[in-house]
């Protein structure tokens, strides 16, 4: 899509740095906004859908647009050339219990694999500065907020099930 600015529909925010955690819902002082309207699809090519979209961005037959949508995504998911289609879900301890199950089915030993954390600050830095670095670094919340698993469980044939994996 192309955007022509300004207008009223579509948003794009150029944020300050970020010096804490944003848990409010406004923007924070500082914050530029300039608004756009989309008005070209470039990259879907089946004017059906593009005006199932419209429809639903405009909320406009949304009824009939969210009909047509179960009615084309609601049928089985085929395999071809022994890849299955990757199954989206909205919690990982869905995608663990999917994962968990089919990795069982494969034949093998399981191997566990562990991941470790590490950071690598500039080793020009004097040592105070780079100890320091490394402290504030491992105190960031980014360490909280990982999704990463500790441990994965892998057998020879299995690739990630819940995101598109191989069968058989």
């Known amino acids: 899509m192309t955007a022509r600015a300004p207008s009223d529909n579509v948003m794009s925010c150029q944020l300050p740095p970020i010096e804490r955690r944003i848990t409010e819902g406004r923007l924070p002082a500082g914050t ?53 289609p990757t199954k989206l879900y909205s919690r990982n301890a869905d995608v663990d219990a999917v994962n968990a199950k089919e990795l069982a089915k494969l034949p093998g030993a399981v191997a566990t694999f562990t991941g470790t954390d590490d950071i690598q600050v500039n080793p020009e830095l004097p040592k105070d500065l780079r100890q320091e670095a490394e402290q504030r670094l491992w105190r960031a919340e980014f360490w909280k907020d990982c999704q990463a698993a500790k441990t994965i469980d892998l057998k020879v044939g299995g690739q990630g099930f819940a995101r598109g994996g191989r069968v058989g």
């Open 32 to 84: 530029f906004c300039n608004r756009g309207y989309a008005f070209q699809v470039f990259r879907q090519a089946d004017p059906e859908f593009v005006a199932v979209l419209e429809d639903i961005r405009w909320a406009r037959n949304t009824q009939r647009a969210v009909q047509t949508l179960v009615d084309k995504c609601a049928r089985p998911l085929v395999a071809k050339n022994g890849v299955v």
